[in-house]
Antibody, heavy 116, light 112 residues
Framework: EVQLVETGGGLIQPGGSLRLSCVASGFTVSSDNMMWVRQAPGKGLEWVSIIYGGDSAYYVDSVKGRFTISRDRSKNTLYLQMNSLRAEDTAIYYC??????????WGQGTLVTVSS | DVVMTQSPLSLPVTLGQPASISCSSSQSLVFSNGNTYLNWFQQRPGQSPRRLIYTVSNRDSGVPDRFSGSGSGTDFTLKISRVEAEDIGVYYCMQGTHWPYTFGQGTKLEIK
């Protein structure tokens, strides 16, 4: 059974950094494209970043230069390093498994709150 | 980026009655391989999204057959033949044909 479990969210001041982790089970993170999707409070879904099989990565314009997606094959874990956080980054961050033009599995999400 | 537009944004429905949600895209969602990567997700209150439909009309395992998807090109529809209480939540369409993937604004299904 595929499972994705995110951790690492919390309350952080503007300008601060957080690293989100997503531990996968039931498949290998290095063999699939993986992504992060976020949802601001009471709002819709927004794709944030994706990492492909060859480790190439892409980001939504609003986080370019501030966020870095990566994965650790030995720990079967996906990461999102978030620097220079802003109030508008406040959201639930979901780890998700790409499935050729789709998303077939989502984690339960971890809440990031950027506030002073 | 491809803009996905859903309607209505709020959908009050009586239990046992049908419901229909429309989704339109700013560009054709037909991929070069002939597939159309249009998906529907359900997000129940307090839960993460769950995929219901992929490539327009294919239901995921465990999804009741009262859910169906249809459409082509730029116009798509999710239908629920008879709404049940467990269907309450927000429904999103998402295109996966063009990068980046983009979502509709969401349609909130509520019981009258």
């Amino acid at each position: 059974e595929v499972q994705l479990v995110e951790t690492g969210g919390g309350l952080i001041q503007p300008g601060g950094s957080l690293r989100l982790s997503c531990v996968a089970s039931g498949f290998t993170v290095s063999s699939d494209n993986m992504m992060w999707v976020r949802q601001a409070p009471g709002k819709g879904l927004e794709w944030v970043s994706i990492i492909y099989g060859g480790d190439s990565a892409y980001y939504v314009d609003s986080v370019k230069g501030r966020f870095t997606i990566s994965r650790d094959r030995s720990k079967n874990t996906l990461y999102l390093q978030m620097n220079s956080l802003r109030a508008e980054d406040t959201a639930i961050y979901y780890c998700a498994k790409d499935a050729t033009g789709s998303i077939d599995y989502w984690g339960q999400g971890t809440l990031v709150t950027v506030s002073s | 980026d491809v803009v996905m537009t859903q309607s209505p944004l709020s959908l009050p429905v009586t239990l046992g009655q049908p419901a229909s949600i429309s989704c339109s895209s700013s560009q054709s969602l037909v991929f070069s391989n002939g597939n159309t990567y249009l998906n529907w997700f359900q997000q129940r209150p307090g839960q993460s999204p769950r995929r219901l439909i992929y490539t327009v009309s294919n239901r995921d395992s465990g999804v009741p057959d009262r859910f169906s998807g249809s459409g082509s090109g730029t116009d798509f529809t999710l239908k629920i033949s008879r709404v049940e209480a467990e269907d309450i939540g927000v429904y999103y369409c998402m295109q996966g044909t063009h990068w980046p993937y983009t979502f509709g604004q969401g349609t909130k299904l509520e019981i009258k």
